[in-house]
């Protein structure tokens, strides 16, 4: 799963911050997370509150593992510490 067609949104609120991932390509969809408290890095793969998915998923489940799996992956994968400056200038990201 190509870590491109995902985009992690932060909202803060009174409560504190919200969480969400979302899936840009078609099947759209969007996954609202919590860091998990419980993992070494207070982050991990994030534990899951919300999933909103287009009616034409109804039944298929192989469809919602991988795509949750990679979302999750993304979501533990975006806190992590960005690559240099010098870096990203060099190959042109």
Request: charged residues 30%; hydrophobic residues 35%.
């Amino acid at each position: 799963m190509d870590e491109d067609h995902f985009l992690r949104i932060e909202r803060e609120e009174r409560e504190g911050s919200r969480h969400y991932v979302v899936h840009l390509l078609d099947p759209k969809f969007s996954v609202e997370l919590t860091p998990d408290g419980g993992a070494p890095d207070k982050i991990g793969r994030g534990v899951i509150r919300r999933v909103r998915v287009p009616n034409s998923w109804a039944g298929d489940y192989g469809q919602y593992a991988r795509l949750l799996t990679a979302a999750q992956d993304f979501f533990a994968q975006s806190f992590a510490e960005p690559e240099p400056k010098a870096v990203t200038r060099r190959l042109g990201l």
